[in-house]
């Protein structure tokens, strides 16, 4: 079964930059979605940004053009490039995948705003941005 460990949250202040990493472990080529995910207090999971079943990068509009996805070429980690945070940013910021078995129909679409795509999570990370 695929795991998930992120890294590099921290505290930084408004305007300044963060790279979060999220390595994959298992098997990885059984990977169809993978995204980031995150979780103010008192609020509900949104997820911002990850890449598709193609490894295509898919991006929330609240977050488009400030955070952006890469990942290394065997896929094993991906990361979340965070560009002119906002307090707003402030959050655990967690990595989540679709493992497929096999058992359904492939889908190379994977929509951020569906949990159902993205069953499997990691520990999270946390982000602090001061004002």
């Known amino acids: 079964q695929v795991q998930l460990a992120e890294s590099g949250g921290g505290s930084v202040q408004a305007g300044g930059s963060l790279k979060l990493s999220c390595v994959i472990s298992g098997v990885i080529y059984s990977i169809r979605c993978v995204g980031w995910f995150r979780q103010a207090p008192g609020k509900e999971p949104e997820g911002v940004a990850g890449?598709?079943?193609?490894?295509?990068?898919i991006y929330a509009d609240s977050v488009n053009g400030r955070f952006t996805v890469s990942k290394e070429s065997d896929h094993a980690t991906v990361y979340l490039h965070m560009n002119n945070l906002e307090p707003d940013d402030t959050a655990t910021y967690y990595c989540?995948?679709?493992?497929?078995?096999?058992?359904?129909?492939?889908?190379?679409?994977?929509?951020?705003?569906?949990?159902?795509?993205?069953?499997?999570w990691g520990q999270g990370t946390q982000v602090f941005v001061s004002s």
């Open positions: 890449f598709d079943g193609d490894w295509r990068p």
């Open positions: 989540a995948a679709d493992e497929f078995d096999g058992s359904r129909t492939w889908n190379s679409r994977c929509v951020l705003s569906d949990r159902g795509d993205f069953p499997t």
